[in-house]
Nanobody, 119 residues
Framework: VQLVESGGGSVQAGGSLRLSCVAS????????TEWYRQGPGKERELVAS???????NYAGSVRGRFTISRDDAKNAAFLEMNILNPEDTAKYYC??????????????WGKGTLVTVSS
């Protein structure tokens, strides 16, 4: 299984970005999809998650501004980010929890995509 993230970039405060995470391989199911971020000098933090029933959770700092979604037919997940501010500057990582394939199951991290928000 391979993960490819995209959609990062540089925006001004108040702007929007949409991150994508697409998994390739013979995937039967993905239990939960999570987006993490790690800002300069900070620890990695959970930003949002969505399970296969569509139940979502968000960190308090992004609730109301970010929306996580998934498209199981495409093994894809998305993070719509609105009203961005400089504190959102970070590398964003996609994490797939319990990916089931013909070989069993495992968890997978993407390599990250950089988001930079200028004031």
């Amino acid at each position: 299984v391979q993960l490819v993230e995209s959609g990062g970039g540089s925006v001004q405060a108040g702007g929007s970005l949409r991150l994508s995470c697409v998994a390739s391989g013979n995937i039967f199911s993905i239990s939960r999809t999570e987006w993490y971020r790690q800002g300069p000098g900070k620890e990695r933090e959970l930003v949002a998650s969505v399970n296969k029933r569509g139940v979502t959770n968000y960190a308090g700092s992004v609730r109301g501004r970010f929306t996580i979604s998934r498209d199981d037919a495409k093994n894809a997940a998305f993070l719509e980010m609105n009203i961005l501010n400089p504190e959102d500057t970070a590398k964003y990582y996609c994490f797939l929890v319990r990916v089931v394939t013909e070989d069993g199951w495992s968890d997978y991290w993407g390599k990250g995509t950089l988001v930079t928000v200028s004031s």
